[in-house]
């Protein structure tokens, strides 16, 4: 399976012409967070942490769509909180399917089953379930008996209504190797694609024990290929190998934190999706105005750990674009899993993290108030006229 082939013209397409305008910076997927509202609340989640008035925001189709034609990256990731909240959800999806956006619904597969009515089956579509092993593994991470279950059964109502799914899994620290393997051919065996990324370190998260860092991430990478080596197991992974092979070592990837630029209720999130540390009101004001050197592996204490992939993905892209032999050598000899890794990125010059959550919180909230303000003003303005 992997990545469907027309997916993958499409990208290539569009980062020759980025490559050809001489772009040095380029979005490949928009992360487009429509709420942050949430019906679960998993422990290693920063997501959902908010008050009730930022919770209950919602981006409107106009407002998706917009945002979509203004970053022009050819894939729509939707993520949250949980998109299947959003009552306008179909209609949002809808007009990026339109639009000719290979979209990702991410979705925790709660409310799946029940609103498979509001979308059509097209290549340009597929649902990314949240899946992070198998029963006793997932609903232990999400905190909640019986996800495992709902969200497998979805899955197969999905496909027998004629969707794409794929699955993604968060990976933490203390996870066996071996019992990913097992999950990976159950995902496998049922005939979805699978996204698997290490925990990004959300300092917000209730569980902060469990996030992997860079060193235990690769030696598990490691060992997960060997079990796969030794099984003969072809796993559907909807990754790049180059990402695969940074995973288990074998690569010095710096991050590309706008390859996946971020447009939520707040607006266009500096740096990236994992990371928010301020907001700019446009597109371009986020690609010209953000100081990018600021951040990354080696840069930023907050980032020390990351090797997810919606900051190397996009690096692993445009390396199998400039740098194709490396893509070919890979495929010929595979990921390898025993010998020294890659330099590790130096972090003694990185500064130190700065708190700007309250902060942000803080404006977005008198942001509402203000709104509330004008609002009640202008309808006290059409009672006189009236």
């Known amino acids: 399976m992997g990545v469907p082939v027309r997916q993958q013209a499409a990208v290539a397409a569009y980062i020759a012409r980025q490559k050809l305008l001489g772009r040095k910076r380029y979005p490949l997927v928009l992360m487009l967070e429509p709420l942050f509202r949430c019906n679960l609340a998993c422990a290693g989640c920063g997501k959902i942490d908010y008050p009730?008035?930022?919770?209950?925001?919602?981006?409107?189709?106009?407002?998706?769509?917009?945002?979509?034609d203004e970053c022009g990256a050819p894939i729509v990731a939707i993520p949250g909180g949980e998109p299947l909240i959003h009552r306008e959800i179909g209609e949002i999806v809808r007009g990026l399917v339109e639009r000719k956006k290979f979209v990702s619904l991410c979705t925790n597969a709660l409310l799946l089953e029940r609103n498979l009515g509001k979308f059509t089956p097209s290549p340009y579509l597929f649902f990314s379930v949240h899946l992070d092993g198998l029963k006793a593994h997932h609903d232990r991470a999400v905190c909640q008996d019986g996800v495992f279950d709902k969200a497998v059964n979805a899955i197969r109502a999905a496909q027998a209504a004629g969707f794409q799914v794929n699955v993604n899994?968060?990976?933490?620290?203390?996870?066996?190797?071996?019992?990913?393997?097992?999950?990976?051919?159950?995902?496998?065996?049922?005939?979805?694609?699978?996204?698997?990324?290490?925990g990004f370190a959300y300092e917000r998260a209730a569980d902060q024990e469990h996030f992997l860092n860079r060193q235990r991430t690769k030696a598990f990478f490691r060992e997960l290929f060997r079990i796969q080596r030794a099984r003969g197991a072809k796993w559907s992974l909807s990754h790049s190998p180059l990402y695969l092979d940074f995973l288990a070592g074998n690569q010095a990837f710096f991050c590309t934190p706008w390859g996946m630029p971020t447009r939520n209720v707040f607006g266009w999130q500096r740096p990236c999706y994992l990371l928010g540390e301020g907001y700019a009101?446009?597109?371009?004001?986020?690609?010209?105005?953000?100081?990018?050197?600021?951040?990354?592996?080696?840069?930023?204490?907050?980032?020390?750990?990351?090797?997810?992939?919606?900051?190397?993905?996009?690096?692993?892209?445009?390396?199998?674009?400039?740098?194709?032999?490396?893509?070919?050598?890979?495929?010929?000899?595979?990921?390898?899993?025993?010998?020294?890794?890659?330099?590790?990125?130096?972090?003694?010059?990185?500064?130190?993290?700065?708190?700007?959550?309250?902060?942000?919180?803080?404006?977005?909230?008198?942001g509402l108030e203000a709104e509330a303000r004008d609002g009640a003003r202008r309808s006290a303005l059409v009672e006189d006229v009236r």
């Open 169 to 198: 899994a968060t990976i933490f620290d203390g996870y066996p190797a071996a019992e990913l393997a097992d999950f990976l051919d159950f995902a496998t065996g049922l005939g979805v694609n699978i996204s698997i990324s290490p």
């Open 52 to 68: 009730d008035p930022i919770l209950n925001r919602r981006l409107s189709p106009e407002e998706c769509w917009a945002a979509a």
């Open 281 to 366: 009101k446009t597109f371009r004001e986020l690609m010209e105005e953000t100081d990018w050197d600021r951040y990354g592996t080696g840069r930023y204490e907050k980032c020390a750990n990351c090797m997810a992939h919606c900051g190397y993905e996009p690096t692993a892209a445009d390396l199998a674009f400039s740098q194709p032999w490396k893509l070919a050598g890979l495929a010929l000899r595979g990921i390898r899993t025993e010998g020294p890794m890659a330099p590790e990125i130096d972090l003694s010059r990185q500064r130190p993290a700065v708190d700007l959550h309250q902060r942000i919180v803080a404006s977005a909230l008198e």
